[in-house]
């Protein structure tokens, strides 16, 4: 192994932030340093930086004034993750340019170092807009739709995603588009028999799919049924608050209990009457219950949003998630229509 190799600087103490080797502009962290980085991947300009921890792996995130992202995953010492990171590089490589998926631009995987650069276009989560925004239930409806859309161009490439949530779903408000990504889990729909054991967000989990790792369309419309249910109910999972955690909350639902109505329809029963059995339906705890396709998931999702946007149309406005009633204009861009 020649000198300076990045299994070298693995095994080191050198302090990064310090070091005169970088010859490139760096922002105010490289994990690993700009000279154990791929060549074509030097002169990015990146600036700035997030971190995940998560089982002695690190996921750094770099990102320009080019609307591009660099994520770096390092596992050392840990050959499933690193085996989930070139996953997801050949998966959206497969589905590159389809207007549902995150566009990817390039990846490195480095199998020696443990190491896998990905280079994607900058977009935000959606659990970010939630937190900066409140949204009307069209909104909700338009964010539904567009993920079964999305979910549509996955299943026709041949793909099963198998971890919707709000992070792994970018909104676009301004655009009306929705983009999946973070395809860690995905696997190809004649590998989903394969798999042994749960794979995806707890919360967002069919509970098929936790009990007997089951992972076909059924399961991924209670996922997107779940999430929609979440947004609705202040971002928490059925029977919750009432219930003290998210763990008794998570495993009320494995039971099979009746899932309670989301805290913003009962607090706007008129606006949420189409949405309520669309929402119920998809979330519903037998597979045989749900939607059979995305497609209608889809086309129920867009009359409920219709119907709520029309109940608003003379005042322009949708009933805001918060505090006040009202305020928010709802970004739901519907198709013309004669009012009667």
């Known amino acids: 192994m020649k000198e300076n190799s990045f299994r070298d600087w693995m095994d080191s103490t050198e302090d990064l932030e310090t070091s005169a080797r970088i010859p ?5 962290f490289f994990d690993p340093p700009i000279f154990m ?3 074509r991947f030097r002169n990015l300009q990146l600036r700035g930086h997030q ?6 792996c690190r996921v750094y995130s770099y990102s320009n004034s080019e609307k591009i992202v660099m994520k770096v995953t390092l596992c050392q010492g840990h050959p499933e993750r690193l085996q989930q990171a070139e996953n997801e590089c050949r998966t959206l490589l497969a589905l590159r340019g389809r ?3 995150l566009w990817v631009y390039d990846f490195e995987i480095d199998r020696e170092a443990e190491a896998v650069w990905l280079l994607v276009e900058q977009a935000d989560p959606l659990t970010k807009y939630l ?3 409140q949204l ?4 909700v409806c338009e964010i539904g739709a567009g993920i079964c859309d999305a979910m549509i161009q996955v299943r026709e490439a041949g793909f099963r995603h198998l971890d919707i949530s709000p992070d792994n779903v970018f909104y676009d408000a301004y655009r009306h588009t929705v983009r999946l990504g973070d395809f860690n889990a995905a696997c190809r729909i004649g590998d989903a028999d394969k798999i042994d054991h749960a794979v995806g967000t707890p919360m967002y989990m069919a509970p098929e799919r936790r009990r007997d790792h089951v992972c076909d369309e059924a399961s991924e419309i209670c996922s997107i049924g779940l999430l929609l249910y979440s947004i609705c109910n202040g971002g928490l999972p059925p029977f919750r608050p009432e219930s003290p955690d998210n763990e008794t909350a998570f495993q009320r639902r494995m039971d099979g209990e009746e899932l309670p109505l989301p805290q913003y329809a009962l607090k706007y029963p008129k606006l949420f009457e189409a949405f309520v059995p669309v929402l ?3 979330c519903a705890f037998r597979p045989e219950d749900r939607f059979k396709t995305f497609e209608e998931l889809r086309d129920a999702l ?3 949003g219709f119907s709520a946007y029309r109940m608003h149309a003379p005042q322009m406005i949708s009933a805001c998630f918060g505090e006040k009633e009202g305020t928010v204009l709802s970004s739901f861009n519907p198709p013309e229509f004669p009012w009667d």
């Open 280 to 282: 119920m339906k998809a």
């Open 131 to 133: 937190e900066d925004y």
């Open 24 to 28: 490139y502009p760096e922002p105010e």
């Open 99 to 101: 207007p549902g998926i």
């Open 136 to 139: 009307g239930l069209p909104d």
């Open 51 to 56: 971190i995940h921890m998560d089982d002695d």
């Open 37 to 39: 980085w791929p060549k």
């Open 302 to 304: 867009s009359a409920a």
